[in-house]
Every structure is written in structure tokens, then in C-alpha cells.
């Protein structure tokens, strides 16, 4: 009786062993999951309203498809979980990240130097721009794969992720060729920050984390440039890409039977 105890505690742990937490859930995305047509006749099927995204196997990209055939189909949808990234919108000021680009509160003298503020003219006379809070300026080095930002994250193995930063330029002249590192192995193509002063554009790129459980996210800067490569960056995430799928089975009814059969004579008794 005395192993009792042990064998109650030894159920309760096993099944904790082994398994990881699925960070994507399934969505529901159809009211019905059956439902049928007539013969020669098509229905309009639609998804649940609400969600960025949907793909039809019938090749609709729609919220809505016609069938007109019976059989099973499917729709789904991508999304993306909440950010992984800490402090990506720079509201804490400088923490939660590393860079290899010296950092000054005050002065952005000279290349390879960064600050975060809300405006870029008060850390140097010759940048202007501001973001929606505070953000990350940066002036330039000209020593190309610097890593301007960077931070670890947590990752699940076997999973999709998005990352996303906006970014814009603070001097006319040079514009800012940036790419995102995750564990010092690029990604995505290389992206140039905007021409002209004054306006913010959104990069992203993909990546599968296959067997790792951790990554090192960087943002680095390709341009050699001394003059005009000059960039802010805000928002930056780091969120998982998740696909939900759900059916729905369409089958056909049977013709109703029309058939007028005739009937003997009748006799008048």
C-alpha cells in the first residue's frame, strides 16, 4: 500500500513528459460542416466574416464559393500569434536588446552610432523624422552585416514565424539596405529603407525553425555608405504564422420522383 502514493505521482508526471505546447490554435471558420445541393444546381458556401484571409481548395480566395459538384472542401485561413519581441516599439527606451552599434542618448556623431527618441533632429541636426513614440535612429556605419538590433527569443521546433520591422530614413541621399539574421544566417532579400524622408514602409520575412529552440533575431545593415545611410526603425515583431483549416462535406439530394403511373378502369359498383 505504501507504493500507492509514488504510482498516483508518477501518472500525474508522465504524461507531462514529451510533449510541447502547440502555440497555434485551430479557428473556426465554417458555421456548417455539411450540407447538400440539387442535381444540375449550385449553392453559395461562406466562411465565417471576420478573418484577413481565406483560400478555398476550389482555388477562391474569397470569403465566399460556389459548388456545383459534390464532394468535400476545405477553406483556410493564416494568422499570426501575439509578438514575441520585448520592448519592439522602443516604449521602454533602450532595454531589451543588444546591437553592435555604440549607443549615445544625445549625439548620433559619428557613423555607427544609435539612439532612441521621438525625434531624430534632437539627436542630429542634419536628420529629421519622428515615429509614434519613441524609435530606434541610426546613423549608418560603413562596415556592411553590422547588426543594429538584436534579441533572443524563445521558439517552438517545427513552427513558422514572421518577422517584421518598419523603417524609415532620417537624411536624403544614401538609402539604408537593411536584412533581417536569425542565428547569424540571413533571411528574406535585402530591403531598402524609403527615398525620401517622412514616411515608414513595412518589411517582413519567413522563417521555419525546424529543430531550434532558440533564435537570435537581428536586424543588419548592408549599405557601406557614409552619407545619407541614415534610418529609424519601430514595431518590430517576431510572431508565429499559423494555418487553420476546416471541411465541409457537400452532397447531393436525390430528384424527386414525378412519375404519373396509370391505374386500371374503374367499374361503377
Request: aromatic letters at 10%; a negative charge.
Amino acid at each position: 500500500m505504501k507504493t500507492l502514493p509514488l504510482l498516483l505521482a508518477l501518472l500525474i508526471i508522465i504524461p507531462k513528459i514529451g510533449f510541447s505546447q502547440d502555440p497555434c490554435g485551430d479557428l473556426d471558420l465554417l458555421s456548417v460542416n455539411d450540407t447538400s445541393i440539387c442535381n444540375g444546381q449550385s449553392i453559395l458556401i461562406s466562411a465565417i466574416a471576420g478573418y484577413d484571409n481565406y483560400s478555398w481548395s476550389t482555388g477562391s480566395e474569397n470569403q465566399y464559393t460556389s459548388i456545383s459538384i459534390p464532394g468535400t472542401y476545405t477553406v483556410s485561413s493564416t494568422y499570426t500569434t501575439n509578438n514575441l519581441v520585448t520592448n519592439g516599439n522602443f516604449s521602454l527606451g533602450n532595454t531589451g536588446f543588444s546591437s553592435s552599434y555604440n549607443y549615445s542618448a544625445t549625439n548620433l556623431y559619428p557613423e555607427g552610432v544609435y539612439s532612441v527618441t521621438t525625434n531624430a533632429n534632437t539627436v542630429h541636426n542634419g536628420f529629421t523624422g519622428s515615429g509614434d513614440g519613441n524609435f530606434m535612429v541610426v546613423n549608418g556605419s560603413t562596415s556592411p552585416g553590422m547588426e543594429v538590433w538584436c534579441q533572443d527569443i524563445v521558439v517552438e521546433p517545427g513552427t513558422l514565424y514572421n518577422f517584421s520591422s518598419l523603417v524609415t530614413t532620417v537624411a536624403n541621399g544614401n538609402p539604408a539596405l537593411l536584412q533581417f539574421s536569425i542565428n547569424s544566417s540571413v533571411i528574406g532579400t535585402t530591403f531598402s529603407a524609403p527615398n525620401t524622408t517622412g514616411s515608414w514602409t513595412d518589411f517582413n520575412a519567413t522563417w521555419s525553425s525546424n529543430t531550434e529552440t532558440t533564435a537570435e533575431i537581428c536586424i543588419v545593415n548592408q549599405n557601406v555608405a557614409g552619407g545619407g545611410n541614415d534610418f529609424g526603425l519601430d514595431d518590430i515583431t517576431f510572431t508565429t504564422l499559423c494555418t487553420s483549416s476546416e471541411a465541409i462535406n457537400v452532397t447531393e439530394e436525390e430528384s424527386a420522383n414525378a412519375t404519373i403511373f396509370s391505374v386500371n378502369d374503374l367499374c361503377e359498383s
